[in-house]
């Protein structure tokens, strides 16, 4: 048997144990920002570290849009993503079911101060530090502006789900894999996502539990799967070795 054929074989062998070898594991991140835009002329309104995030429209015909990021540092620089979901818990609404979309955010924010009264549908006056419908960065010197009002997202949704009454709900769609896939090897490029709900018709909002809610089991979660590419083992290595050689004598 020729070099070349030996080191292939034993290139594939040793390929074939690592792929069986291989075992599925998950890891439950929490939400590292998420805020609400408050549809306004001025984005002039916030709610940046509220206890509640808002997706949908108002009874008086206003849009409000929920934000929530995750911190990929936790996952193991080993993995391979291969898929992902979304958990948000929804604790207050005034209408029926309505289909709540994830779209993937394309320009970074920050989350601000703000708390807003109550039951936090209003928002409170922006401060400094603050996204607002207009600004990744609210400040009164030196704002930072999203180039749509609204928010800089994909149009297309990485994901969908019906969301009815009160109770936790999951986001399940292979392009949530693939944008956790993106922010994995592009970390200055997660942004997080958009939650938007039905805007068409009034009074259709839903409130969700922000991740500073009192009650840790309701805060959002990101919830990904993968397996780790073991590190290449020796037969590997002195097969290419054996194989570099035998193209050597070639």
Known sequence: ????????????????????????ETITLPASQDATLFESEFGDTASG?????????????FIRRGLVQFDLSRLPIDAAITGA?????????ATAGVVIDLH??????SEGPS????????GVPAEPGDVTWLHTRFDWDAPEYWERAGGDFIDVPSASTIVYGNGFYEWHDPQLAHDVRLWAKEPLSNAGWAVLGEESTPQTAKRFDSRTHPDETVRPQ???EFVRIPEPS?????AVAVLSMARARL
């Open 104 to 109: 993937r955010v394309t320009r970074t924010w």
């Open 1 to 24: 048997m020729s070099f070349v054929r030996h080191a292939s074989i034993m290139i594939a062998a040793s390929a074939m144990l690592a792929a069986r070898t291989a075992r599925s």
């Open 85 to 93: 979901h979304v958990r948000l818990h929804m604790s207050r609404t």
């Open 49 to 61: 570290a509220g206890n509640y995030l808002f997706a949908g429209t108002t009874a008086q015909d």
């Open 222 to 224: 990101l919830v990904i």
């Open 234 to 238: 020796g037969l590997i290595l002195v």
């Open 115 to 122: 708390v807003p009264f109550a039951e936090e549908g209003a």
